[in-house]
Structures are given as C-alpha cells and as structure tokens.
C-alpha cells in the first residue's frame, strides 16, 4: 500500500515570542499525516518554550545565516512560517541600524535562494509595521505600500522587512509559491527572553516594576502611543490566514486601540502594587506619536476573529512569567 510521507511545516524562530504560540497552536491542531520542524538558533528563543511539546515537534538547530544549514533545514519543507530574525527594543535598533540590516538580509538571502530549489507550497513571512514611513495616516493601512521611508528609528531593520517582502514577491512569482505576508505591529507576551537593554518596552517596564527599582527612566515624553497585541493572537491570526491560503498582499496584525507608555506603565504599576517614580527623557527616541494598526483588511479576512487576551489580561501574565520562570534580580 502506497503510504505518503507526512506534509512537513516548518517554522522558523519557533522558540521566540511569536514563533513558540504559532508552534503551540500548530501543535494542538496537528494533522496525523503532518510534521512540525521547528528551524531556530536558540540566540533570541528559549528550548524552555518549546518543552510542552516536544514529544509533537522536531527541532533542527541552527543559525540561517549560515547557507549549508540552511539548505539542509529546509529540504523536505512543504509549508513555511517565517519568523526568525533579529527583533530587539528601539534602545537597541536605534543604535545598531547596519547590524539589523545586514543580519537579516543574509538570512533572507539564503531563505530565498534555499525556498527556490526546494518549491514548498506555502510561505508565509513576518514583515513588520516598521516597514511603514513615520508620516503614514494613523490608523496605518496597508496601502499605499511603501510610501516613503521605513520607520526611522528602526530604519535597518524597516529595510530589512521591505527587502524580504519584495524578494519572497520575486519568488512567489518565480515558483508558484503561495505567499502569505504579515506586518504585525507591537507584539508581547510571556515567552519573551529577556535580553537586557536591548529588550522590547513591555518586557524592559515590566522587569524594572518587578525589580522595584526606585525610579524608571522611560524614553521620550511617555505621550506617546502603541497598539499592543498579545502574540498569542497573532499566532492564532497567522495560522488562520495560512490555513485560508490568504495571498493577495500584505497584512497588518494588530489593533485600532491605543495605549499612551504613561498608561502602560500605570496599569502594571497598579497590577504589581507597586508605584516607581518614573523620569521621562525627552532626549531619547520616542519613535512616532502614535502608532496604531487599520485592520479593515484583516476584518475583511477573518469576519470572526476575536481577540483572546486584552491588555490587562496580557500585563498579568507577563508579571506572573517574570516572577515565576525568570528572576529578574538575578539576569541580565
Ligand atoms: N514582537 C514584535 O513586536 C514584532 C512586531 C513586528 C514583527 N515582528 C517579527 O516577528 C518575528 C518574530 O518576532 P518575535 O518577537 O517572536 O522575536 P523573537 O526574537 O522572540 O523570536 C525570533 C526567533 O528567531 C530565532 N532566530 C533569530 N535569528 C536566527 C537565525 N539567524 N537563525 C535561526 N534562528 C534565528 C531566535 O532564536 C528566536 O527564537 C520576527 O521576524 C520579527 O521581526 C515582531
């Protein structure tokens, strides 16, 4: 009897934030006829996250800068989640605009030239609301696409996203890969790894609340204003538009809804019964003012999708993470 090999999905970066609910969500609605392979190099993502399932995932080890492992992680591929790349905070991609470039770009280059000869049928990849220029509308749609510059603030890393999006098109029309492009906004949750001053700002406020510092600079006048979404909904969402087969253009993930950081840090204060004062730094980067997601595409899309975990929700779960898993004394 002729028995086909199982339909192998691979994530990239499935042990980042993003990346370890997309691989949880996968997992829990796993085919019997289907493989999840897990491509990460552990530099951003914690084996910790992927440990309630790894009796349902296979995991292949290693940097997709290096173009061998690269053609060997992905050989029997047939459906592709690409989140892998280097994400840091503003404090970091501030600084290091080059290194965000040139990091990405190489592992977009041998992602690239890697899919080319192995034709799996889907790819979906990450871009990111960077992409966007700093005087677009708010709420930011889609369209028009790439009208000016990438986010200044995280410029090397906005091109970055702006190249792996034009060179996956290239592809997609080269082989007759389904492509499926997201541009999440501000993303948090609990299985981020702490790295230090180069951590995203949830995690940076949250750590310094729950380390009781006394006082906590926060950059820029604190008016400014995000849109957060847990990464658990946007791993919900990117499995939802894989499994449509979704393919005509890029897609914002986020919200409508903003919160200024003054508020953010107020309602984690509130939730960890501790009140810091806090030193606003107008001579750091604040990024824009406001920065918030039009999801009429996405409504369009998913008509049903509902939100799981609202900010409040999501601020408990990162206090209870950081006091739990991680000591925040004790890490740098
Ligand atoms: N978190 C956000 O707010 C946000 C917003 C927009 C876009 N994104 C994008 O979503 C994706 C996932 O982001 P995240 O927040 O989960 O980041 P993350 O840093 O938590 O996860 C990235 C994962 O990729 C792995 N990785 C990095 N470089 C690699 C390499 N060269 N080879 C193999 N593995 C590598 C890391 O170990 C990690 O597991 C990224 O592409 C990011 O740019 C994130």
Not at 49 to 60: D, H, Q
Not at 92 to 109: C, G
Not at 264 to 282: A, C, E, G, R, T
Request: net charge positive; hydrophobic share 35%; charged share 25%.
């Amino acid at each position: 009897m002729k028995t086909d090999r199982p339909s192998v999905i691979c994530i990239t970066g499935g042990a980042g934030l993003i990346g370890s609910f997309l691989t949880k969500c996968l997992a829990e609605n796993k085919h019997v006829n289907s493989k999840i392979v897990v491509i990460d190099d552990f530099s951003t993502g914690l084996q910790s996250n992927l440990f309630p399932f790894k009796n349902n995932i296979e995991i292949r080890e290693g940097d997709l800068e290096s173009k061998s492992f690269c053609n060997e992680a992905f050989t029997d591929c047939d459906i592709v989640y690409h989140l892998a790349s280097r994400a840091f905070g503003i404090g970091y991609s501030s600084q290091n605009q080059l290194e965000m470039l040139i990091h990405n770009e190489r592992v977009t280059t041998n992602l690239i030239d890697t899919l080319r000869k192995v034709k799996p049928k889907k790819l979906l990849i990450t871009s990111s609301s960077c992409v966007y220029d700093d005087n677009s509308q708010t709420p930011i749609a889609e369209a028009p696409i790439f009208d000016g510059y990438p986010e200044y603030s995280n410029r090397g890393y906005g091109w970055a996203k702006r190249f792996l999006e034009q060179k996956s098109i290239l592809l997609s029309q080269e082989t007759g890969i389904n492509l499926i492009t997201v541009r999440p906004f501000n993303i948090y949750g609990e299985t981020y790894k702490w790295r230090g001053d180069a951590s995203q700002a949830i995690p940076m406020l949250v750590k310094k609340i729950l380390s009781k510092e006394k006082s906590i600079e926060v950059w820029g006048s604190g008016d400014q204003r995000r849109s957060y979404i847990h990464a658990l909904d946007c791993a919900r969402i990117m499995h939802k538009l894989m499994e449509l087969n979704y393919n005509c253009g890029p897609v914002n993930i986020g919200t409508q809804e903003t919160v200024s950081i003054k508020n953010l840090v107020s309602i984690i204060s509130k939730l960890s019964q501790y009140k810091p004062k806090i030193n606003f730094n107008i001579d750091r980067p604040e990024g824009r003012h406001n920065k918030s997601s039009n999801i009429n595409l996405l409504s369009e899309i998913l008509p049903n999708f509902q939100y799981s975990i609202t900010l409040e929700e999501g601020m408990k779960r990162m206090l209870d993470w950081y006091s739990k898993v991680f000591d925040p004394k004790n890490s740098e």
